[in-house]
């Protein structure tokens, strides 16, 4: 396959995850809840749009605030406006959730809102010899994340744009 139709591509996909978010995201509001993290992928022989959604403030380490009857609520509010419009010419399914204890952490909010709680965070790229880092986020500045790791040792600045995949950990003290 020739590179810039891989390009075309991501360049749709990316295109197409960002008007879905548009449109998800003002729903989502009506039912006072954050957009915490929209997917749409291929699985098996069919395409599933994820969105993980939490009620505004709520701390995950007590309750999301998101119960079956709110994810059902914001379920079919979102899809009748996906079907009216014909938005998505593929076959999938549309999943509505909480994003439960260990949220991901997906914007630079997410880590100001959650200072001196415990992450995971998985990088691109090999920082000081490693892709995997757990700890308590320490700092946050507009181009990267300051984690404490767990001996209180070791300090590593993670910038925003190596992290790969990050989220909260459980932490029994909390509770």
Do not use: H
Request: proline share 3%; charged share 35%.
């Amino acid at each position: 396959m020739d590179p810039g139709r891989w390009t075309r591509l991501f360049y749709f996909f990316t295109m197409e995850i960002e008007q879905l978010k548009a449109l998800a995201e003002p729903i989502v509001k009506e039912f006072d809840c954050d957009l915490v993290l929209l997917t749409f992928q291929k699985e098996k022989s069919d395409w599933v749009l994820r969105l993980m959604i939490e009620k505004c403030g709520s701390d995950p380490m007590v309750d999301s605030g998101v119960d079956v009857k709110l994810c059902t609520a914001v379920s079919r509010k979102f899809d009748e406006l996906l079907e009216a419009d014909n938005l998505i010419d593929k076959n999938y399914t549309l999943e509505v959730s909480s994003p439960g204890i260990e949220r991901p952490l997906t914007c630079k909010k997410d880590y100001e809102r959650f200072l001196g709680r415990k992450v995971k965070i998985r990088t691109r790229e090999i920082i000081n010899g490693k892709k995997r880092f757990t700890g308590t986020i320490e700092n946050v500045d507009d181009l990267a994340v300051k984690v404490k790791s767990d001996s209180g040792k070791d300090v590593m600045i993670i910038q925003f744009d190596t992290i790969s995949k990050a989220n909260l950990l459980y932490d029994p003290k909390r509770l």
